[in-house]
């Protein structure tokens, strides 16, 4: 099993943003068939240090990754709207 998790520092960190972009990464649960396992968390700390919205998944294999990295909801709804609203985007993919 992979786990990929995903960190994003949002430009405008509002509480109107930071709910349209979890309820945005959520909304994959209902429509990417691969997921295995998604879990979204709004950061409760504020420090300088961290990221706003970690995003966790989790795939039955590596080549689900990559499928899900193209898959058309993701590709197509999912990455435009984090591009558009986040300063920065970091991952970590690993095997469990």
């Not at 990417?32 to 970690?54: K, M, N, T």
């Not at 294999?61 to 970091?90: F, W």
Request: net charge negative.
């Amino acid at each position: 099993m992979i786990t990929h998790i995903v960190l994003f520092k949002l430009e405008h960190p509002t509480v109107e943003n930071l709910t349209a972009t979890r309820d945005k990464l959520l909304s994959m649960g209902g429509n990417i068939d691969l997921l295995r396992c998604l879990e979204v968390g709004v950061d409760v700390i504020r420090s300088e240090r961290s990221y706003d919205i970690a995003l966790t998944t989790r795939f039955d294999s590596l080549e689900d990754l990559q499928a899900y990295q193209i898959h058309p909801y993701h590709a197509g709804n999912v990455v435009p709207h984090m591009k558009a609203v986040c300063t920065s985007i970091v991952a970590v993919d690993y095997e469990i």
